[in-house]
């Protein structure tokens, strides 16, 4: 009899590995990363939903109601052509949806994926590529994104903010909005080995300064003209554009706020697309060169 331990065939990658048949019965490739993220979600889904809920009735209580009182009161609201509440709920739409993907671009692609839990490349040792887990990474923020624009978009249904069906485009409008940013930060968050406040600099720097000076308040015409050129750059006033145009335009407000020409608007698609996709591509390259050290 012999003694001799029966030798271990070494797995071939990417053909018999048990990952594979995982990573097959969710359907393989960016199905594989959704099915996995949704379910390392699924614990906080409840606290996150609150709290994408208690933002916007925060919002719309001080800024669309408090601030809209006066603002409907003196003459802001004649100027406008609709009520204050109206003018601001999309732009608070795009606002917001941008705020949570930048949110999920940064801390959790560096260290979840990349320094401390290191899932990415575990990921990567199963037959998932790198563009398999940047693309399922992107998308998962998008899908994030939708779902949090169309909760805001509930809350000021609820509060009478919207005025037209068109006001259904914000969600998508918003979520391309917050994409055009949230994917190049995510290069930048792939590419990054120790972080040294690059992120709360994002933040303070660029997403704030964004929130207060791209239209969400009050229209860009209001500012000089270095500030009107500045906004041209920010991601979140063409994306704010959009939205208005496609909640108020459809009424033809007098004030012609929510009006655009189609060259306008074709500019703003044509911006946010440009960036997005840029964002998107990068952050598969990037992803691909750190998983392959």
Not at 23 to 36: D, E, I, K, L, W
Not at 52 to 61: A, C, D, F, M, R
Not at 234 to 252: C, D, Y
Request: glycine fraction near 10%; charge should be positive.
């Amino acid at each position: 009899m012999s003694t001799e331990a029966p030798a271990i065939s070494a797995p071939v990658a990417g053909r018999h590995t048990p990952t594979r048949h995982l990573v097959r019965a969710h359907g393989g490739g960016v199905p594989s990363m959704f099915g996995y993220l949704l379910a390392s979600t699924r614990p906080y889904l409840k606290i996150a939903a609150l709290s994408q809920l208690g933002t916007p009735v925060l919002y719309l209580l001080s800024l669309g109601i408090g601030l809209g009182s006066i603002v409907n009161g003196g003459s802001g609201g004649q100027s406008l052509g609709t009520s204050y509440l109206s003018f601001l709920a999309p732009a608070l739409i795009a606002a917001t949806a941008l705020q949570v993907a930048v949110g999920q671009s940064m801390y959790p692609i560096l260290f979840s994926g990349f320094k401390f839990d290191r899932i990415y490349y575990a990921m990567n040792a199963t037959p998932l590529t790198p563009r398999h887990i940047a693309s399922g990474v992107l998308g998962w923020i998008a899908t994030r994104t939708a779902f949090s624009a169309a909760l805001y978009l509930a809350v000021v249904a609820c509060f009478g903010g919207v005025r037209s069906f068109g006001a259904l485009l914000c969600v998508p409008i918003a979520t391309l909005g917050a994409m055009a940013l949230a994917a190049p930060i995510a290069v930048y968050s792939a590419t990054v080995e120790t972080e040294r406040g690059g992120f709360a600099a994002i933040t303070r720097f660029l997403v704030m300064p964004m929130f207060l000076f791209s239209g969400t308040f009050y229209p860009v015409s209001a500012l000089p003209e270095w500030g009107q050129a500045l906004a041209w750059l920010s991601p979140l006033w063409h994306a704010t554009e959009l939205a208005r145009w496609a909640s108020l335009g459809p009424l033809e407000l007098s004030s012609g706020v929510g009006q655009s020409s189609a060259a306008a608007l074709l500019g703003h698609l044509a911006f946010l697309t440009v960036l997005t996709v840029a964002g998107v591509l990068l952050t598969s390259w990037r992803f691909r060169v750190r998983l392959s050290r």
